[in-house]
């Protein structure tokens, strides 16, 4: 029976001509199956399924970009080359469609210019009130909006070129250790390996004693050779001691090669500015100060633009403060109460005001208060970043568009997320659509409508199993959404683990922690929870992860890289572990970064599986006959790959006016390898074959090869079956890295004593899939290790073994541990106390973590 024909969808006996429902024929993009589904418009219609069903490939892969398709139809063809094309859906037809908006899940852009008030254009109105409608120094000309942008010459401080920060290098960051002498590395911020000892063999020539320890050198050559810009080419005598290098120069012996000095602060500023490598800016960073510039005193504003006011504070005092508290100092101008002003300014204030109160008063709905205005985007979540647009979208005012949403929910507490809902009823209010890919269950409850996608993942998915509302699902037996919709609250099975033991922090100071005490159990696993921006990233994710790190004496963990700035150098956690580091043998951090930047970097060769698929490839009798490697068989590799396309698979075909695209290779048709090495096969497959494969494909096609069979049967069991061996790391979601690399951490040999720390591990996650996580990680526990996971998805929290709750509110009014215990214990306490156990109380009582009754999500219904 077809999808669409299904007795679940709700669609033979409807009306198709009153234009009310968008009807998709023959839909086969990814892994859909002809799909032919109606869903209606002016509803919040939540699109389900386990991870890779299809339920995307739906909503934003055949959906939006049809949407978008037809409207760029109408725009000149040269203006589409500026515009990220979502390519040509697999459909046969689909009718009824309006124009899309997509809010998709992504980091903030990484540039340290990038701001909340850059990216909700707030900061734009701000500027324009201060030009307007400030108080100038006398005889002060007035300044342009311009004046007042940190991102502008006009306007950013000459000292620290906007950023707010300056960075220096000194003598005790580059030589931590004095007493060592430069032959033993004194010199921690140049380079190593080859290049540092090149730097040392032109000291010995220049005539510099590297033996002597570093304070033993006279402070005139230690300056010279950290601090000088002089970069002299002289002769390098590799491998000789001092005294024969000595003998050498007098002889005129002719030298090794001629080598060119640089200094250690130069190597390092250089180094910085200069690499596109995040390990090496990382790396050099560490050795670099960072401090409050001097001249605007991080407001990165020029002196003449700091002198203007508005109720008595500059810009940069205004751009600091959390959204809430600016709601409450623009509201009497708003009102139009500006004294000592001429009617002109007073108007033009009072607009000027009432536009961002207005615009803030949204941003403070989607419980994001706590923000300021110059907080930088790269450090907000996918979460915070897709709420921000969503504020935007609703202060447009736009009517009679689709709002296409990935995972809205994701990142979110409970309490943030019945402001979400209340935003999404008014974006729907306003006359829109809105179609939303979720797996949040109280979200679900909510729509007007459901599509469910599978009933499992990739091949096995693909299928509309029902459409319609939410209560028609219950009676849907192969939906795996519907038996957790509507299953009955289960006890948690056996009791909380007992801790073997504490670590204990004390006087820990990050971003809103301020000389914070902690306490985490030590073998079991804990959950870290709390609404958005009470301080649990900074808690677990920074602050434990390192002090973890320096104790263990392992590199602390990368920044998130930004360009133009280094905010990383100086932002290290205050505080120390005073109890327990002993128990800690090892640290794993499981994040969300990507598994590789390139489409080279695969499921296959982040594991490490591909090179024992490549071995057992180099091991037939016909690569044997030919003599070849396994070396042969890697697409990065030029003696096996395809020479035209490099092991790409797909060339770039340039189109004039229209956007490049890419096409598969013509000379290897997409499969990366030349026609010799294809010529191999293992059981009938080439290697080409096997990175098609998807994991569950692969699992059973090596059987019996147990080296490559572990692996996948891991990948398996945290519900990866449906991923392709070959898939590109830049295809795969946040929540599908971070189970790669903690399958790949999975295939060590436990000894225990491991603490692993994981960041919202539901994220992206159906139900079905949370269930099979929690098993590993439980396997983990009962390993011997500890497992510490940042988390929001209170039925996970629930089956954890100890709660730790952070808050009680946002920024300023958070940093603090309001709740600890076992999940029981934490939802006893009162609701003033802490803002999650309600919601852990509903969960545990009736299974199902709906909000009270009364509250905004029921009242917003009505």
């Known amino acids: 029976m077809d999808a669409g024909d299904s007795d679940h969808s709700n669609n033979s006996s409807r009306d198709d001509a009153s234009g009310r429902f968008v009807r998709v024929r023959g839909a086969r993009e990814h892994n859909l199956k002809q799909v032919n589904v109606d869903i209606p418009r002016d509803a919040l219609v939540v699109f389900t399924g386990i991870s890779g069903s299809g339920k995307s490939s739906l909503a934003f892969g055949t959906l939006y970009a049809e949407a978008q398709r037809r409207y760029l139809e109408s725009v000149a063809p040269y203006a589409r080359r500026l515009i990220d094309q979502v390519g040509v859906p697999a459909v046969d037809s689909i009718d009824g469609l309006p124009p899309a908006v997509a809010l998709q899940q992504q980091r903030g852009t990484p540039g340290a210019r990038s701001s909340v008030g850059s990216v909700t254009t707030l900061s734009n109105l701000l500027r324009m009130l201060y030009s307007r409608a400030g108080d100038y120094p006398a005889r002060q000309p007035m300044l342009h909006a ?276 209340v935003a999404l009823d008014m974006l729907k209010g306003a006359g829109n659509s809105l179609f939303v890919v979720e797996h949040d269950l109280s979200l679900m409850r909510h729509a007007d409508w459901l599509v469910d996608v599978g009933p499992d993942a990739g091949e096995k998915g693909g299928v509309v199993l029902y459409s319609g509302p939410p209560d028609g699902l219950r009676g849907v037996a192969g939906s795996h959404t519907a038996k957790y919709l509507f299953a009955e609250p289960k006890p948690r099975s056996g009791a909380p683990r007992t801790p073997s033991g504490w670590l204990r922090l004390a006087g820990i100071s990050r971003n809103n922690l301020d000389r914070l005490a902690a306490e985490f159990p030590l073998g079991v696993l804990t959950a870290v929870t709390g609404v958005s921006g009470s301080g649990k990233s900074s808690l677990v994710t920074q602050a434990l992860v390192e002090l973890v790190s320096a ?85 990065n590799v030029a003696k096996g790959r395809c020479p035209a396309c490099e092991g790409e698979g797909f060339v770039s075909v340039e189109l004039l006016f229209m956007p490049s695209v890419y096409a598969p290779c013509p000379t290897c048709h997409g499969s990366r390898f030349n026609p010799q090495t294809l010529k191999v096969t293992l059981r009938g497959k080439t290697i080409a074959d096997v990175l098609g494969l998807t994991v569950d494909e692969a699992h059973a096609f090596f059987e019996g090869d147990a080296v490559v069979e572990r692996p996948l049967a891991l990948l398996r069991a945290i519900g990866l079956g449906y991923l392709r061996l070959g898939q590109p790391a830049t295809e795969l979601s946040g929540g599908e890295a971070q189970r790669i690399k903690l399958a790949t951490e999975l295939q060590r040999a436990q000894r225990g004593d491991t603490l692993y720390v994981l960041d919202e591990p539901t994220t992206g996650l159906h139900p079905a899939d949370m269930d099979r996580l929690m098993a ?78 009364g509250n905004a999500r029921k009242e917003h219904r009505k």
């Open 776 to 853: 590993q990680l439980d396997g983990l526990v009962d390993a011997g290790n500890t497992v510490i996971v940042v988390e929001h998805d209170m039925r996970w929290v629930a089956a954890c073994d100890w709660v730790i709750d952070m808050g009680p509110g946002a920024g300023g009014e958070g940093g603090r541990i309001v709740a600890t215990g076992t999940p029981a214990q934490v939802a006893k306490v009162p609701d003033a106390v802490s803002r999650t156990a309600p919601y852990l109380r509903q969960w545990m009582n009736d299974g199902r973590g709906t909000p009270r009754p």
């Open 146 to 421: 311009e004046d007042f942008s940190p991102n502008t010459p006009q306007g950013a401080c000459p000292v620290c070129h906007g950023i707010g920060r300056v960075f220096e290098v000194t003598e005790r960051s580059m030589v931590p250790d004095d007493s060592l002498s430069i032959r033993e590395r004194a010199i921690a911020a140049w380079p190593p390996a080859w290049h540092g000892q090149n730097l040392r063999d032109i000291l010995v020539t220049l005539g510099y004693d590297v033996d002597k320890p570093w304070r033993d050198l006279p402070k005139k050559a230690r300056d010279w050779i950290l601090f000088t810009d002089e970069q002299p080419t002289v002769p390098v005598y590799a491998g000789f001691t001092p005294a024969e290098t000595r003998a050498a120069l007098r002889s005129k012996m002719a030298p090794s090669y001629q080598g060119t000095f640089t200094g250690a602060r130069r190597y390092v500023l250089h180094t910085f500015a200069t690499t596109q490598s995040a390990l090496m800016k990382n790396r050099v960073s560490r050795f670099m100060t960072g401090a409050l510039c001097p001249s605007c005193k991080g407001k990165r504003l020029r002196k003449e633009s700091l002198s203007v006011r508005v109720a008595g504070l500059d810009i940069g005092e205004i751009a600091h403060m959390p959204l809430g508290e600016l709601v409450r100092v623009l509201k009497p101008i708003a009102a139009g109460r500006l004294p000592r002003q001429s009617e002109e300014k007073r108007i033009a204030a009072q607009r000027l005001a009432h536009d961002i109160v207005e615009r803030l008063g949204i941003l403070l709905g989607l419980g994001l208060g706590y923000l300021s205005l110059d907080r930088r985007t790269p450090t907000l979540s996918p979460g915070e970043l897709q709420r921000l647009r969503l504020a935007t979208q609703i202060r447009s005012n736009l009517f009679g568009v689709v709002y296409v949403l990935d995972e809205p929910s994701a990142g979110l507490h409970p309490a943030d997320g019945e402001a979400l809902v």
């Open 551 to 635: 104790h263990l004496g392992d590199e602390p963990p990368e920044a998130e890289e930004e360009a133009g700035a280094a905010p990383a150098v100086s932002e290290r956690t205050a505080g120390r572990i005073v109890q327990g580091a002993e128990r800690i043998r090892r640290l794993v951090r499981v994040d969300q970064k990507p598994i590789g930047r390139t489409p080279r970097s695969n499921l296959a060769t982040y594991t490490g599986l591909f090179d024992d698929v490549r071995k057992l490839f180099a091991g037939t009798p016909a690569a044997r006959r030919h003599r070849y490697d396994a070396g042969r068989f890697s697409f």
